[in-house]
């Protein structure tokens, strides 16, 4: 089993719907989740982190953390063009010392 | 956010020749600072974690002696591809840890390709 997994997508929506994306993690220790957003051809830049279960918002982003079930999950509402990018769940499993685990990414599509 | 800066944004060698990229943190003391490459089309692999003034951790399958990591002060790390090939050739990324369970902020990449 993979450290980090997430559905592979890609993933279509049209413009101005909610995109659901979800991600699960192995090492039940894990403390701190995070997701990144990543153009073609760039760095990621972090939309949210999540350290407590429950809802997390952040303008039209919302995190969603359940550690019993391991899970983690984006949703962005009112989708734009512009978050048409692979978004990258992210854990950081600490061991003696931090370590962040990506997961592979899904790829998402808002079409106009 | 943390900024972090790194260089250069690409380069092209040739094949056996050793390349350096630099990673500074511009507004945070890092002890610790990650390295990581993603290939086209794949996530982010962790390779290596910077730890200044000690050696470097380096994931499984990473050869130490090809990655020269260095963490000689509290705001930079360089990482040296030593005898470069082809198949290095990819999108490096490093990050500073600021601790304490805080998001990891990126320097913007460096694209290395070795013909």
């Known amino acids: 089993q993979k450290e980090v997994e997430q559905n592979s997508g890609p993933l279509s929506v049209p413009e101005g719907a909610i995109a659901s994306l979800n991600c699960t993690y192995s090492d039940r220790g894990s403390q701190s989740f995070f997701w990144y957003r990543q153009y073609s051809g760039k760095s990621p830049e972090l939309i949210m982190s999540?350290?407590?279960?429950g809802d997390k918002e952040d303008g039209r982003f919302t995190a969603q953390l359940n550690k019993a079930s391991q899970y983690v999950s984006l949703l962005i509402r009112d989708s734009q063009p512009s978050d048409s990018a692979t978004y990258l769940c992210a854990v950081n499993r600490k061991t003696s010392y931090d370590k962040v685990i990506f997961g592979p990414g899904t790829s998402l599509s808002v079409i106009p | 956010g943390a900024v972090v800066s790194q260089h250069p944004s690409w380069v092209i060698c040739k094949s056996g020749t050793s390349v350096k990229i630099e990673c500074r943190s511009l507004d945070f003391q890092a002890t610790t600072m990650f390295w990581y490459r993603q290939f086209p089309k794949q996530s982010l692999m962790l390779m290596a974690t910077s730890n200044e003034g000690s050696k470097a951790t380096y994931e499984q399958g990473v050869e130490k002696d090809k990655f020269l990591i260095n963490h000689a002060s509290l705001t930079l790390s360089t990482l040296t591809v030593t005898s470069a090939h082809p198949e290095d050739s990819s999108f490096y990324i490093c990050?500073?840890?600021?601790?304490?369970?805080?998001?990891?902020?990126f320097g913007n990449g460096t694209r290395l390709t070795v013909t």
């Open positions: 999540i350290y407590s279960n």
């Open positions: 990050s500073g840890d600021r601790g304490q369970d805080s998001p990891l902020h």
